[in-house]
């Protein structure tokens, strides 16, 4: 089998896309018959749709399922998506979906609600082996539904140069709000800001989860945005931009915290392992350090920025889509995805391998310990938003108003 037969173009329109998810192998919503698995007999052809970062994941991917097929007879064409959401409808709206996709942690529990996956994870060869704290955010009305394909969690990142010209050393790295608040002022001068953040609950959540609270409760039945946690949470980031020690990425005319780092104007950001990549490519002569984030009066908190292999409720070759599956997640193959794309294993198992050959990202892994994931309840994306546009203006927003905003309107999607 030639490798032309395993690849579609990332270049296809979306209209075509389209038409070839339709025309996927598909079947009758086994998941409302009570999630019974499928399976045609002998060789299958399986659909995928991957939203790439690039050539390098694009190639990898399509390697790896191409070594899968050759062991096994099947065939696996790999489709680029242009818009992974839309997609994505297309696909579940049609009854023909790829039979095996990415599927973001923050679409998965809309697609769990309306019957679009699969739910396989009881059927994963050593499927306890994935991080907890990832098997939580891939799990919905108690039910492990899919494998987690990588993960990111956010770090410290620090401009060594301008951390010595301050004055301070390693044994200033700072484990407390305390210490960042002192470092972050310290580190301040005309042209540059101590920490430099990009905006929305994906940074701010951090400080949320440091400070033992959450967006929502643990079943995500209640909004708790109005809890003194969460509250007191963004109002100590809020204290520090009036401040102005810390600032927010538009404030210093960059598009996030890594521009604002490799460009001087920050000292410090706060992103995932996804930086490296960036500075590599964009700010090559950029020196800095990272570490975990400092701790908040509740502890250590990170946030998880995760996908899993999804496999379509429609799918006719479900079985043959956990095979694949169980063989992409595998430590050898993870660490083939890790080397060739810089992604970070799903994997416990493979931790030490990881963070040996790549010691740089040791904070970012330890975060896979006490991380948490996207918000999981269904149908929150529209008060996301709407969270997301006040928070922006953080510095001059009356916290507890707009959180009680944000309770009345995600109540009124949870059913409170």
Not at 336 to 361: I, K
């Amino acid at each position: 089998m030639s490798r032309k037969h395993l690849r579609k173009s990332h270049l296809l329109g979306v209209g075509l896309v389209a038409a070839l998810a339709l025309s996927a192998c598909g079947g009758g919503g086994f998941e409302e018959e009570g999630g019974e698995q499928t399976s045609t007999e002998g060789e299958v052809e399986l659909t995928m749709l991957i939203a790439s970062s690039g050539d390098a994941e694009t190639a990898a991917v399509e390697e790896a399922t191409l070594a899968w097929a050759e062991e096994t007879g099947n065939t696996v064409t790999v489709t680029v998506a242009g818009d992974m959401p839309q997609e994505l409808a297309q696909g579940f709206a049609g009854g023909n979906p790829a039979d095996i996709f990415y599927m973001d942690a923050a679409r998965f529990a809309d697609n769990a609600k309306n019957g679009n996956l699969y739910p396989y994870g009881a059927e994963l060869a050593d499927g306890d082996d994935f991080y907890a704290s990832l098997i939580e955010t891939f799990t919905y009305e108690d039910e492990f539904y899919c494998a987690p394909k990588d993960f990111s969690t956010l770090g410290l990142q620090i401009n060594t140069a301008a951390w010595k010209e301050a004055g301070l050393t390693d044994a200033d790295v700072p484990t407390t709000w305390e210490e960042l608040t002192a470092v972050s002022e310290q580190l301040t001068t005309g042209d540059q800001a101590g920490l430099g953040l990009s905006t929305g609950i994906d940074r701010l959540g951090a400080f949320v989860v440091q400070d033992g609270g959450w967006w929502v409760n643990d079943d995500a039945t209640e909004a708790t945005g109005s809890s003194s946690e969460v509250v007191d949470a963004l109002s100590y980031v809020q204290e520090n931009v009036d401040n102005g020690n810390f600032q927010f990425a538009s404030q210093l005319d960059a598009g996030w915290g890594g521009e604002a780092l490799g460009t001087e104007k920050a000292a410090m950001t706060i992103e995932g392992n996804w930086i490296r990549g960036a500075a590599t490519n964009d700010y090559p002569d950029l020196d800095y350090t990272v570490v975990e984030l400092p701790e908040g009066p509740a502890g250590k908190g990170t946030l998880l920025f995760t996908q899993c292999w999804g496999i379509a409720a429609d799918s006719g070759a479900q079985a043959q889509a956990v095979e694949l599956v169980d063989y992409l997640t595998t430590v050898e193959q993870q660490m083939s995805f890790a080397d060739a794309f810089g992604v970070m294993p799903s994997r416990e198992s493979a931790a030490d391998q990881y963070a040996e050959a790549y010691p740089e990202d040791a904070p970012f892994i330890a975060g896979a310990e006490y991380g948490r994931g996207p918000i999981a309840a269904a149908g929150m994306e529209q008060v996301i938003t709407d969270l997301n546009s006040k928070l922006e203006d953080l510095g001059g927003a009356d916290v507890p108003g707009v959180m009680e905003e944000y309770d009345s309107n995600a109540g009124a999607v949870l059913g409170e």
